[in-house]
């Protein structure tokens, strides 16, 4: 059965781009006007292992590919391959480990966003209702992010998917229904943008309360590719996620969710790694689109959601500014933002 046309969901935060142009602004890929987006602090050095699932042709599993800057090219990937859970017994689904060892590398739980990582999806451009793809959603395929301080101990973010059904085997996903889970963000030369992670989220997981996974001496991520067919389950109710429908009370999920995306593919299947890059500490919240500038393209963005509550159209997180987060973009929100106008980052130039 084919997931169809779903309404927007409330996870809306944007990626991260990996470019801007010369005028700080974020930008394609352009040798000529375009160059890394200097958020980016760090890009993957090192794989510290990689163990794609059976049938991964071997043209897509050079993971020399997965270092270094973003380049907005799906054939720049390392491929984790897909698992076929109707025919065979499960089998553990493709990974791959990052590891940031070198002292100026390690990841830290700083302000704002953490680190992003970029798969090789893009957006549908026409509906075809056989292959399960909806214009305007995007074809990627997801992966579980998970971190670690000793390889032997990782912390597994915690994620949230709404996609009501089985996609196809190209199918499509709406991408505000997904938050919490690698690959929701297109990445294409002309819109080459990574899935942010901000270690805080991990601060209460066990492995986190025990000691086990320091999030100030990250060491290790790690990539696990979610198979799409249903067998794979988010967090939703687990971890506690308020459930937008659920609105004002705001209860928590119901239950945890199965996580669709497209299924069942081959060769280059599953998750495919382009990059991973590591980000420089965003002290301004109210830099909303992340260009290192509090300024009147942030402004337009926060008036957009004006008295807006979290699950209702065009809610923006990253709007949600005041250090009690709660649930609408109200004065207290305001507040922030204009204490922090025209406010820079130490990284924009």
Not at 128 to 151: I, K
Not at 236 to 260: C, L, Q, R
């Amino acid at each position: 059965m084919l997931a169809g046309v779903v309404p927007a969901g409330p996870y809306t935060e944007p990626g991260i781009s990996g470019y801007v142009g010369d005028d700080g602004q974020l930008a394609g890929v352009d040798p000529n006007n375009s160059r890394v987006n200097p958020i980016f602090r760090d890009w993957a050095r090192k794989v510290h292992r990689y163990s794609p699932s059976p049938g991964v042709a071997l043209m897509w599993q050079d993971t020399s590919l997965t270092l270094g800057p973003a380049t907005g090219d799906k054939l720049h990937v390392a491929s984790l391959g897909d698992v076929d859970t109707d025919i065979t017994p499960l089998t553990p689904p493709g990974e791959i480990i990052i590891e940031f060892s070198d002292h100026d590398n390690i990841i830290s739980d700083k302000a704002g966003y953490d680190f992003a990582v970029f798969e090789n999806g893009f957006v549908v451009i026409d509906t075809d209702p056989s292959m399960g793809s909806v214009a305007g959603e995007m074809f990627g395929e997801l992966a579980y992010v998970e971190v670690a301080t000793d390889p032997n101990f990782f912390a597994r973010f915690p994620s949230v998917s709404l996609t009501p059904g089985r996609t196809g085997v190209q199918g499509s996903v709406e991408v505000s229904n997904v938050y919490n889970l690698a690959g929701k963000h297109s990445n294409e030369v002309n819109n080459c943008t990574g899935t942010p992670f901000d270690l805080s989220d991990l601060s209460d997981h066990p492995l986190v309360l025990s000691g086990d996974v320091d999030l100030n001496n990250i060491k290790y991520i790690r990539l696990v590719d979610v198979p799409g067919g249903g067998y794979y389950f988010d967090e939703a109710n687990s971890a506690g996620y308020p459930d937008p429908d659920t609105a004002p009370e705001y209860n928590v999920y119901g239950s945890d969710h199965p996580i669709y995306d497209a299924w069942l593919t081959g060769g280059s299947g599953g998750f495919d790694l382009e990059a991973l890059g590591v980000l420089n500490e965003q002290e301004f919240i109210a830099d909303i689109n992340l260009d290192g500038l509090v300024d009147m393209f942030d402004f337009v963005l926060f008036a957009s959601v004006w008295q807006v509550n979290f699950g209702e159209a065009n809610w923006i997180e990253r709007c949600n500014l005041a250090e009690q987060n709660d649930t609408v973009i109200d004065v207290m929100d305001l507040n922030v933002f204009v204490s922090q106008w025209l406010s820079q980052e130490k990284w924009r130039h």
